[in-house]
């Protein structure tokens, strides 16, 4: 292989990562399939990037029951109720990939909570239910009114697991439970820290709702609700439940 057809392979290989990543993509390409497509000319120059239209339905399926079997890395099933509602959902969904679908979902909890602290309108607005956005743009005007200054990152996500599933007539609800590390601390209008520390890392653990509507040309998830995990009194993010 030349130098030059080595560099577009590494190019290639880079853009497969980065579109497995995406979330909150508005485009006519479902960002939850787990493989890009890459069409090449003779030269290894790359033509077209696009997506197959889906795993084989025994694949998929058997991804669902082996996570559930064993947790893969920091993913995870909890039950057997959640399980199967996972098969149903893939069932009819013939683009859904649950490995990809909670890889998904942690860089969501990334963005959404980063973006929060850092008051990006924007971003939570692409990602969030209507209602969902609402509280969190409240809680963010809050802040600003009284000259807070929030600062959080999430360190590492420690396990994402599903917890239940719901579908009807086509449109798709999936709970994850979040176990992440953070560093997060706020400031008053002084710059004195009332709420946190900057170099302390804390547990988070939250509980989210993430929606989809199979009837729909958008192929986004958006989260629909977020909620403190029962265990603990996490209060980085607003609680919608």
């Not at 880079?14 to 479902?30: C, K, M, N, V, Y």
């Not at 209507?130 to 963010?140: G, L, M, S, T, W």
């Amino acid at each position: 292989m030349t130098a030059e057809l080595m560099i577009y392979a590494l190019i290639a290989a880079a853009l497969i990562f980065w579109l497995r990543s995406i979330l909150g993509t508005r485009s006519d390409d479902d960002p939850y399939v787990s493989v890009a497509k890459l069409e090449l000319n003779n030269e290894g120059k790359i033509i077209t990037i696009g997506f197959p239209e889906g795993e084989g339905s025994d694949d998929r399926l058997m991804a669902i029951e082996q996570l559930y079997e064993e947790e893969k890395g920091n993913m995870a099933i909890e039950s057997p109720q959640a399980r199967d509602g996972l098969i149903e959902i893939a069932s009819v969904d013939t683009r859904f990939n649950i490995q990809t679908f909670l890889q998904a979902t942690q860089d969501a909890f990334v963005y959404v909570v980063e973006s929060f602290a850092e008051g990006d309108r924007e971003t939570l607005a692409d990602l969030l239910s209507p209602q969902v956005y609402e509280a969190f743009d409240k809680a963010i005007s809050v802040r600003e009114e009284a000259g807070e200054t929030m600062q959080a990152e999430i360190q590492s996500i420690q396990k994402s697991s599903v917890v239940e599933t719901r579908l009807e007539e086509r449109r798709v609800f999936i709970t994850v439970r979040f176990l992440a590390e953070e560093m997060t601390h706020v400031t008053d209008i002084d710059g004195n820290i009332i709420h946190g520390h900057p170099d302390k890392i804390t547990q988070m653990r939250d509980v989210w709702t993430f929606f989809r509507d199979l009837k729909s040309s958008d192929p986004r998830w958006v989260v629909v609700e977020t909620r403190e995990d029962e265990t603990d009194d996490n209060i980085t993010i607003p609680n919608t439940h």
